[in-house]
């Protein structure tokens, strides 16, 4: 009876430890929730609310945003000179990355895009609806199975030298690599003319396909510097060996870059043109016949929406 009783006892304490630990975490949820209101208003406040009544937004009635891009004839040609293998090698180790140098950047209709861009809340906003890219569908557009969705990167305290990641990416001595390090603007960079010669020569296969992906992040998803392969792109190169996602910081980008060209009225987009406009389709395209192969494990949308024909003659002003 005792020992009875003391297991009652024991069993209200932790009912009541249970109901103490939801009580808890509702009140950390209501927190964290004020914490978002806190900044929802205030960037109401400093921004303006778009969707307010009387609302005057002080941004510029139109972006003359720039979306000048690389020259990408060349990868292409180095790209559909190799064979299956080293394809397949390409596809095992770095998604599909490949489809975005086939993607065309329609500057009429990513001009009338920009238009639609909220820098107070980070979204598109056409009329009453908000449409964002978000990780998950970047993730389905990458198609990478190396990469895991939790694990973000983040640039380490202690970065390595941009000569140092080089050397490890190529594979070439310090000699090689110091000669053809430039400095533009406020960062250092290598040329594409360089890391061409070595993709086309290098006698390692393996390196031959990381030069050039390194290539395609340098030139396509992060074109800072235009003809060359910005340092930045190599600390977060040096990372995916390891599973880090690179989709959070090309979204960060992105967003940045579209915010401070809609804030000034103008500037050049130095995002993954090409991934958003991608994005964009994908929400106005199906696919045809076999409806259900999108969960196919071969499915790619990005190759999708490569084959997939639509009209190139639509003006800007329309």
């Known amino acids: ?10 069993s209200r304490f932790g009912y009541q430890i249970e109901e103490f630990s939801m009580e808890k975490g509702f009140l950390d949820r209501v927190k964290d929730n004020a914490a978002v209101q806190v900044w929802f208003e205030k960037t109401q406040r400093e921004k303006g609310d778009s969707l307010a009544e009387g609302y005057e937004s002080e941004l510029w009635d139109f972006t003359r945003i720039n979306v000048t891009q690389n020259d990408l004839r060349e990868l292409r040609e180095i790209w559909n000179s190799w064979n299956d293998e080293i394809k397949q090698l390409f596809y095992c180790n770095y998604g599909d990355l490949p489809y975005l140098l086939d993607i065309k950047v329609d500057k009429y209709l990513f001009r009338a895009l920009a238009q639609f861009w909220n ?82 020569a290098h006698p390692d296969l393996k390196k031959r396909v990381d030069v050039f992906a390194l290539s395609i992040y340098g030139l396509v998803v992060f074109p800072k510097a235009l003809g060359h392969v910005d340092e930045a792109v190599s600390d977060l190169f040096d990372r995916l060996d390891k599973g880090t996602t690179p989709v959070p910081a090309i979204l960060a ?35 045809e016949k076999i409806s259900y192969r999108v969960f196919s494990r071969d499915y790619s949308p990005l190759r999708e929406l490569v084959v997939t024909s639509r009209r190139d003659d639509i003006s800007e002003e329309k």
């Open 253 to 287: 980008e992105t967003f940045r870059s579209l915010s401070a060209c809609r804030r000034a009225g103008e500037g050049r987009f130095i995002g993954c043109a090409q991934l958003l406009l991608a994005w964009f389709h994908s929400h106005f395209w199906k696919v």
């Open 119 to 200: 820098p107070a809340y980070s979204c598109f906003t056409f009329g009453g609806v908000d449409l964002v890219p978000t990780v998950e569908e970047y993730m389905a557009l990458l198609n990478c199975p190396r990469i895991q969705a939790d694990r973000a990167y983040s640039r380490p305290v202690n970065v390595p030298p941009f000569l140092k990641k080089l050397m490890s990416i190529t594979g070439m001595s310090e000699q090689w690599v110091a000669a053809r390090i430039k400095q533009k603007g406020d960062s250092k960079c290598i040329p594409w003319g360089n890391l061409r010669d070595l993709i086309l």
């Open 1 to 10: 009876m005792a020992s009875h009783h003391k297991k009652g006892i024991d």
